[in-house]
Each structure stands twice: as structure tokens, then as C-alpha cells.
């Protein structure tokens, strides 16, 4: 059975950066695209970022150029590299593999003075 279990989620200043990771176990993980979601307090779940499983990568506009989305097959893992973080960026993040239909658990990033 597949499980994703996020991480890297905390508390960052405005202006910071943090990188959380997708971790994926149970079948071929390379094989899949895979997305990041957030939904922040009292708000719809919105894409964020999304990689073919070639690494092909598309990006929400209010995020394009400030996250990076990465994967390492190898690893089975998956990577949201986030810069320049504003307090608008403060949601649960979740990873998605789409042709799975499967959901992650979360992880709470907090992006606050």
C-alpha cells in the first residue's frame, strides 16, 4: 500500500525559506506525477505545484518563481523548495499523487513575524 508522509513544515519570518519533503513508499514512485497542494485557514485546498514523473514541473501564478518543485526518484521523494515566503503563503501543505488518488497527511507552515 502507498503511504506520503510529509515534512519540513514550521515556523519561518517573512523573507525566509523552508524545503519540505514528500516521502513515498510502497510501488514504483517514478512512475508518477505528483502535486503539492495548501489550503490555508477557511480557504478552498488550491495546487500549488505539480512534476511529471519525468520532472517536468508547472507552478500555480502566485507562487511561480519564488517555490521550486523537485523529485528524486532514487529516494522515492519529492521536494517543495520555498523562497521569499510571505504571510499569504501560511497553510497546511499537502502532497498529492494524482493517479493514485492519494493524499498525504500535511505539514503546517506558518510564515509570521
Known amino acids: 500500500q502507498v503511504q506520503l508522509v510529509e515534512s519540513g513544515g514550521g515556523l519561518v519570518q517573512p523573507g525566509g525559506s523552508l524545503r519540505l519533503s514528500c516521502a513515498a513508499s510502497g510501488r514504483i514512485f517514478s512512475a508518477y506525477p505528483m502535486d503539492w497542494f495548501r489550503q490555508a485557514p477557511e480557504k478552498q485546498r488550491e495546487l500549488v505545484a505539480s512534476?511529471?514523473?519525468?520532472?517536468?514541473?508547472n507552478y500555480a501564478a502566485s507562487v511561480k518563481g519564488r517555490f521550486t518543485i523537485s523529485r528524486d526518484n532514487a529516494k522515492n521523494v519529492v521536494y517543495l523548495q520555498m523562497n521569499s515566503l510571505k504571510p499569504e503563503d501560511t497553510a497546511v501543505y499537502y502532497c498529492?499523487?494524482?493517479?493514485?488518488?492519494?493524499w498525504g497527511q500535511g505539514t503546517l507552515v506558518t510564515v509570521s513575524s
Open positions: 498529492y499523487a494524482p493517479s493514485l488518488r492519494l
Open positions: 512534476i511529471t514523473s519525468g520532472g517536468v514541473p
